[in-house]
């Protein structure tokens, strides 16, 4: 578009001085002349005294006229009258005349240039259409867009990559294969040609397939699904060929395209109507994935996190017919990642890295390295030089819950209310058998949390039932605390509820915990790994109804067991809520400590703290 906007400037410019310049340029340069402007009686003069060679006449009444003297010859314009009295003086005088059809070479240019810059307005406006507004070189209109890295480039190895072990390990197949193509020739194996990787956003797919280049140390071509996909149907397609043929010529080498879930969704599933494009960009893929010769060494890598809507003649052998899984990472998974990225960042003694890995629970390695940049900026902005532990635990809690509002006014009552509710998860936590202990309560607001109670999550691989049962419990007893305590209960526990029903409903549906229902598979998540819930699978309206009635028995009865627990230590209830609004935080041991009736150690003085709080 740039190169086209300057041209287009250029026209514009060009044009407009042709029509305007023979009108304007004349005169003024007339007038601009040592002696003074050339008059039409000047002219005369000069035709009487012979001085005139020649006279070059257009239609617009501008002529140039030729003067020789002593001195050399001179060129003078002006305006000479529309009239035939002027020429036939000129004619008079024996000097040659020309008469041109509309003047100047500029005076015919400013008639044809609008009709130029019309066109080239067409031109510009249909080819910005087709390409989009990105596309600066008009050439390169239909070739892919890959990011290419040379081989050797590539710093990036294994070793960056944490907490997807059996994922590394099915792709070092991939790496010793491009590094020795001829030991598995020689064997007669067939390589896989694609592989895909699946896997949550920021689980490190994309890491992951740099690193296997990294690893092997030849070429690396990556583009995105979404670049393939264009408005104008033919160029996603182009675009596959064009690709591909690159790295024929480059190979051995690895191409990876990213999010292929844009490209290559299930055909003829669409809405809309109009993926005609998308239709002939992925059949394109799959000709040019079939096209590969045993020779020819290129991988295709390609990356998803919705391998359920791909479609089914991508995943067939000579395809992407190996899978691999980057889930993410367990609580070891989590530790080295998080080791990876300390690398660079002064860590003080005070940061363990194995308790904070066991407090993150469910993040995966983007959202760890996000924990440890957010960290670094609160050490920053406490002014330290090194990181510190509680900026990490801060860091941690403003992912997960957003920032701090200390300023927020809370209402003592309000206050209470939250303590109360706070105490009874934290209590129903550490009692229940199964449930995961505190790992931390307060009641200093904080997003959208007036506070909250911070589990130790470990990362179990299978939930028994009663385990889901306490976890219900556990979500549901900050309102049975509300219950007990107050006999009235607030709008405070909107996301207990949800996490709650959330449970119990997967027990119901997708984990056949449900004696009534049996063990059926009511709804299925298979292979969505953006965490959108399970698809229910069709079912008649009776077993629907069941399945409600099903959820509301396990949350009642875990919200009794909740209600029954509070009840019982009553009295340690009300203790902790004092201590806990004094210190408006509570770590797992201090709760610990005051639930089997220890004090705690008095505060260090020299820590302000907002007063007026205790009571
Ligand atoms: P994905 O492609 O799966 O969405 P990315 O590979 O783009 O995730 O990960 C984003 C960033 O998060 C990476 O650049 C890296 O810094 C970090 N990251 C993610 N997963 C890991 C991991 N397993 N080990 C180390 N770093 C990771
Ligand atoms: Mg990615
Ligand atoms: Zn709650």
Redesign the pocket.
């Known amino acids: 578009m740039n190169r086209a906007a300057r041209l287009l400037l250029a026209t514009l410019i060009l044009s407009l001085g042709a029509t305007l310049g023979p009108a304007l340029a004349a005169p003024t340069r007339a007038a601009v002349t040592s002696d003074g402007p050339y008059t039409t009686n000047r002219f005369f003069a000069d035709l009487e005294q012979q001085r005139v060679t020649r006279v070059v006449l257009s239609s617009g009444g501008m002529a140039n006229v030729t003067l020789a003297d002593g001195s050399g010859t001179r060129v003078r314009t002006l305006v000479v009258p529309p009239d035939g009295a002027t020429l036939t003086r000129i004619r008079k005088a024996g000097v040659p005349l020309t008469v041109t059809g509309s003047g100047s070479t500029l005076g015919w240019l400013g008639q044809v240039l609008p009709l130029l810059l019309t066109g080239l307005i067409l031109v510009v406006l249909w080819r910005s259409m087709r390409t989009g507004a990105s596309s600066a070189n008009p050439t390169a209109f239909g070739r892919s867009r890959a990011a290419v890295i040379a081989e050797g480039q590539i710093k990036l190895t294994f070793n960056d990559v944490a907490g997807c072990d059996e994922a590394k390990q099915d792709l070092q197949e991939v790496v010793d294969f491009l590094r020795q193509p001829e030991r598995y020739h020689q064997l007669g194996a067939r390589i896989p040609h694609g592989v895909l990787l699946v896997g949550p956003p920021g689980s490190g797919k994309t890491l992951l397939a740099k690193a296997v280049a990294g690893e092997a140390r030849v070429p690396y071509f990556s583009i995105s699904g979404s670049d393939f996909v264009e408005m104008f149907v033919g160029v996603g397609a182009a675009r596959v060929r064009d690709l591909f043929e690159q790295a024929r010529k480059s190979a051995p080498c690895i191409v990876f395209i990213d999010e292929i879930d844009a490209v290559g969704r299930k055909r003829g599933v669409n809405m809309q109507g109009g993926n005609d494009e998308r239709e002939q960009t992925l059949n394109q893929l799959l000709v040019e994935m079939d096209g590969f010769s045993s020779g020819q060494e290129v991988i295709i890598l390609a990356a998803t996190n919705r391998p359920d809507v791909l479609d089914a003649a991508l995943l067939r052998p000579g395809r992407f017919d190996r899978q691999v899984v980057v889930d993410a990472p367990d609580v070891r998974g989590r530790e080295m990642i998080l080791r990876i990225h300390a690398r660079k960042k002064p860590l003080d003694a005070s940061v363990d890295l194995g308790v904070i890995a066991r407090r993150t629970a469910g993040m995966v390695g983007a959202d760890l390295e996000n924990l440890l940049n957010e960290a670094a900026l609160q050490a920053a902005r406490s002014g330290r030089t090194r990181i510190v532990g509680r900026d990490v635990e801060e860091a941690r809690d403003r992912v997960l819950m957003g920032p701090e509002r200390r300023s927020l006014v809370v209402r003592e009552a309000d206050r209470k209310v939250t303590a109360y509710?706070?105490v009874g998860?934290a209590l129903a936590a550490q009692l229940l058998p199964h449930a995961n202990r505190v790992a931390k309560l307060t009641v200093v607001p904080r997003g959208r949390a007036a506070g909250?109670?911070m589990p130790d999550a470990d990362d179990r691989l299978h939930v028994t039932r009663p385990a889901l049962e306490d976890m219900i419990a556990v979500?549901l007893a900050?309102?049975a605390a509300e219950q007990v305590v107050f006999g009235e209960i607030t709008t405070?526990?909107q996301?207990?509820f949800q996490q709650a029903t959330s449970i119990a409903r997967r027990m119901v549906t997708e984990w056949g915990m449900s004696d009534r229902i049996g063990k059926v598979a009511l709804a299925s998540d298979q292979g969505n790994f953006l965490g959108g819930g399970p698809q229910m699978l069709p079912m008649s309206e009776g077993t629907a109804s069941q399945i409600d009635s099903e959820v509301k028995d396990l949350i009642d009865t875990a919200y009794t067991r909740a209600v029954h627990l509070i009840g019982e230590h009553l009295h340690r209830v009300h203790e902790i809520v004092t201590v806990l609004l004094t210190r408006e935080t509570l770590s797992g041991e201090e709760f610990t400590a005051l639930l089997d009736g220890q004090t705690l150690d008095p505060l260090p003085p020299a820590v302000p703290r907002p007063s007026g709080l205790a009571g």
């Open positions: 509710h706070e998860h909250y109670m979500a900050g309102r405070g526990a996301n207990d």
